[in-house]
């Protein structure tokens, strides 16, 4: 769609690489950050791994990981790029391997980790993509390729929504409704997943 084209022209430059890292922006000191991720399982034959991290005053993805790793491996990142930027929000989603990413965060003493309360009240730690939460991701996805939120994205992301958005025939309705069925385990638009995960924390957690 135009929409997608628009980012197609508009890919973020990056600024450099840090071991499994993409970086695109610095952290700044008087800046917030949150970072999104979906775990894999790290086998060769398994989606990738990915985390993104995006500025809280601006939405903008700042860094990306997008490797075959373990999810143990995928929470030492996290905590340790969280540390560099800020003691940034950390939004693992809790599919089968999330448990082990929250598990890696928790053992490190990271101590700002999102976190959700189930029917019962109680809290629980990462971001569980289900039939509530699902659609507003979606939504989101959707609001933020009509208003072209961002002047740029990185070309992980913009290579998901093309690929996506092709099995749809270009119709973002269909693009929607294809989110929404996939499941944690058989997503291949991983830095998607990561990237909308961190946006929707960003605006519903103050």
Not at 48 to 67: G, M, P
Not at 117 to 140: C, I, M, V
Not at 165 to 186: C, H, M, Q
Request: with cysteine; proline share 3%.
């Amino acid at each position: 769609s135009t929409d997608i084209e628009y980012y197609i022209h508009h890919i973020t430059p990056i600024l450099k690489t840090d071991s499994r890292w993409i970086i695109y922006k610095e952290p700044e000191p008087d800046k917030t950050y949150v970072i999104g991720a979906d775990a894999a399982e790290g086998l060769a034959r398994s989606n990738f791994s990915t985390a993104v991290i995006i500025d809280r005053s601006t939405a903008e993805c700042v860094a990306l990981l997008k490797k075959k790793i373990d999810p143990s491996v995928l929470g030492q990142e996290m905590v340790k790029m969280g540390m560099k930027y800020n003691n940034a929000l950390l939004a693992p989603e809790l599919n089968n391997h999330g448990h082990t990413v929250v598990r890696e965060l928790r053992s490190a003493g990271y101590r700002n980790i999102y976190k959700i309360k189930n029917k019962l009240g109680e809290s629980k730690y990462g971001f569980t993509t289900n039939a509530q939460t699902k659609p507003l991701l979606a939504d989101l996805m959707n609001d933020f390729l009509k208003d072209k939120l961002f002047d740029s994205l990185p070309e992980e992301i913009v290579s998901d929504l093309q690929g996506y958005s092709e099995e749809a025939d270009k119709d973002i309705t269909l693009y929607r409704n294809k989110l929404l069925k996939s499941s944690g385990d058989n997503n291949h638009f991983d830095a998607l997943m990561a990237f909308m995960i961190a946006q929707y924390v960003r605006q519903t957690k103050k």
